[in-house]
């Protein structure tokens, strides 16, 4: 499997960006996590194939993880950005029971 992810980029803080992450084929839970510089990777959101989600607490309330079965694709609507939440996110999927990671994209966050 892999996964393709596409946004990010460079916001103020206030501001709103969207990610996007597709994957080459059927998936079970996918999800977003980011990872600062010499931090391990962390949780942002999951969602399942019927829609149930999980957030990180620090993001609860400002992003929301969404899902089009059809196109295999993920999306994660970030809004009232904060410094803090600057990072490069990741793009996850499990297949089986295997994970599967697509390549990093930055956002950046400015103060």
């Known amino acids: 499997v892999q996964l393709q992810a596409s946004g990010g980029g460079l916001v103020q803080a206030g501001g709103s960006l969207g990610l996007s992450c597709t994957a080459s084929?059927?998936?079970?839970?996918m999800g977003w996590y980011r990872q600062d510089p010499g931090v391990q990777r962390k949780l942002v959101a999951i969602?399942?194939?019927?829609?149930?989600?999980n957030y990180a607490d620090s993001v609860k309330g400002r992003f929301t993880i969404s899902r089009d079965n059809a196109n295999y694709t993920i999306y994660l609507q970030m809004n009232s950005l904060k410094p803090e939440d600057t990072a490069v996110y990741y793009c996850?999927?499990?297949?089986?029971?295997?994970?599967?990671w697509g390549q990093g994209t930055l956002v950046t966050v400015s103060s």
């Open positions: 969602i399942s194939p019927i829609g149930t989600t």
């Open positions: 996850n999927a499990d297949v089986g029971g295997r994970v599967y």
């Open positions: 084929g059927s998936v079970n839970i």
